[in-house]
């Protein structure tokens, strides 16, 4: 790291110990996708290189950082709920350094919003300057009034930046920043800048570090992956980087998330089925089953294509499961196209499935659509949406019982005392089983399925 950085770093610590008796704490709440939770390590590992310690409430924090998301409207005025809510607290607690991060600081109207509704806001800063956050905090620390830096999109990807990570078992790689793509209804290529993609040898060392580690689980991240290696020296795309990867020793599995049709290509399927370390599920948003809509959406396939992907897939591995992303009320949308929505996921019949109504995001090309079907009306559409997934998901399940899967531990549920783990093909299982097995992988035998939930019983086979 450059010298000026531990300067700032050592600066910040200065500063806290002036403010704080003991080890300064910072609560950091991340929203969003894997991105701006990779993101969020990222400031963790930041913060505990200035020594900070981490707490799990805003009560006793001196630093409360959150890393906003921008993806719906919903999303955003949860946001500025919480952050407003703070305002007590920093009353009482004058010393307290609040910080709000992350994708939504990028759009002009909430950059504003925080300088002239929350004034007691003292930092605010983009995605794109992470690495800067020591100094951030530095002027926070020596200098009156709100501190703001937003945009200054660097070329260079920073490879310095120390991550202190959530989890033990299962860890999230960036493999690329930002999207090109542009899909008409979406804020991320506005928030996030032109797509960046790391270098193999960067990613690889990483994941080398992981698995040695003895991580169970690591998720390369992107916008849309399939089209990594747009602009490095080396001409290495994704299907070669994973190829790449799975030589890595280790007993991991290796994810990846997101994949866009359009970029999805025949070697991707291929790799996946002859790799070690890949599963053979994909998560593959199709968005809407109707062409209209696609293009509306500038998603770039159609229909056909993307259910031609689809059957590639499972000519090559026939176990195969999908999950996938669906907007429900696209500006103009019809009830017969939505019809078009469920059809594909009946012909697809994936394991599960992340649905969204349609939230309009100023500055995007489809927020300025005529927009005429009622929100009531898309609830009702979405509702019905639902039903069919669920059927689908209770099939799905009803067809495992009695299987044997591989399951990696995630959890321990609270409420119930079972474990939960996931199968390769991203089903959830719950079964009895002592804590020692969570983040390690265990054989259960799947004995029922409840609706759309497997329920099972550890098996030494
Ligand atoms: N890059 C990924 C997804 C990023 S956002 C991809 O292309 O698939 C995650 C999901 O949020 C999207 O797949 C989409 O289904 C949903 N989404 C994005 N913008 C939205 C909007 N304006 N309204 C409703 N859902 C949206
Ligand atoms: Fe948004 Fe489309 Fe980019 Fe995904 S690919 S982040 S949906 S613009
Ligand atoms: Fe949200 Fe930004 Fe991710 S807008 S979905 S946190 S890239």
């Given amino acids: 790291m450059e010298k000026t950085v531990s300067a700032w770093m050592a600066g910040v610590r200065q500063g806290m110990s002036e403010r704080v008796s003991g080890m300064p704490l910072a609560y950091v709440r991340t929203y969003g996708c894997q991105q701006n939770v990779a993101d969020g390590e990222k400031m963790k590992g930041l913060l505990a290189e200035m020594g900070f310690g981490f707490g799990d409430s805003p009560e006793e924090a001196d630093l409360i950082l959150f890393n906003t998301c921008a993806v719906r409207e919903h999303a955003e005025d949860r946001v500025f709920g919480n952050v407003g809510a703070l305002k ?136 849309n992956v399939n089209s990594y290696g747009k602009g490095l020296a080396e001409p290495v795309n994704f299907a070669e980087l994973l190829r790449r990867l799975d030589e890595l020793e280790g007993d991991f599995r290796l994810r990846f998330m997101t994949s866009h049709p359009k970029d999805a290509s025949q070697e991707l399927f291929d790799v996946m089925a002859a790799s070690r370390h890949i599963p053979h599920h994909i998560h593959l948003p199709f968005q809407s089953g109707n062409d209209r809509v696609l293009k509306e959406m500038n998603r770039r396939y159609d229909r056909e294509k993307y259910l031609s992907l689809i059957r590639y897939a499972r000519s090559v591995m026939p176990d195969v499961t999908f999950t996938s992303d669906v907007i429900v009320g696209f500006p103009g949308e019809t009830y017969e196209e939505f019809q078009e929505t469920v059809s594909l996921i009946q012909e697809v019949e994936f394991v599960n499935l992340f649905t969204f109504i349609y939230s309009p995001r100023p500055g995007t090309k489809a927020a300025g659509m005529p927009d005429p079907v009622s929100h009531e009306e898309k609830t009702r559409w979405f509702a019905e949406l639902l039903k069919a997934q669920e059927e689908i998901a209770a099939r799905n399940c009803r067809n495992l019982v009695g299987s044997t899967q591989r399951v990696l531990v995630e959890d321990k549920d609270g409420k119930t005392g079972l474990l939960s783990g996931r199968t390769a093909g991203s089903l959830t299982v719950l079964f009895p089983g002592g804590d020692g097995l969570v983040g390690e992988f265990a054989q259960v035998e799947v004995t029922e399925a409840r609706g759309w939930s497997l329920r099972g019983q550890l098996t030494e086979k």
Wanted: net charge positive; with cysteine.
């Fill in 88 to 223: 007590h607290l920093k009353r009482r607690k004058p010393g307290l350094i609040i910080a709000v991060c992350g994708c939504m600081t990028e759009q002009q109207a909430v950059a504003q919003r925080l300088q002239k509704t929350f004034p007691f806001v003292d930092l605010v800063f983009g995605p794109h300057v992470i690495h800067r956050l020591p100094e951030l905090l530095h002027q926070v620390l020596s200098q009156q009034g709100q501190v703001m830096l937003l945009g200054h999109e660097e070329k260079t990807i920073r490879e310095d930046i120390p991550i202190r990570r959530d989890g033990r078992s299962r860890a999230w790689v960036t493999a690329m920043y930002g999207c090109d793509n542009f899909c008409s209804y979406c804020i991320v290529p506005y928030v996030r800048g032109r797509e960046k993609s790391r270098r193999p040898e960067d990613i690889l060392n990483e994941c080398r570090v992981l698995a040695q580690a003895g991580y169970r689980e690591i998720t390369l991240l992107g916008q």
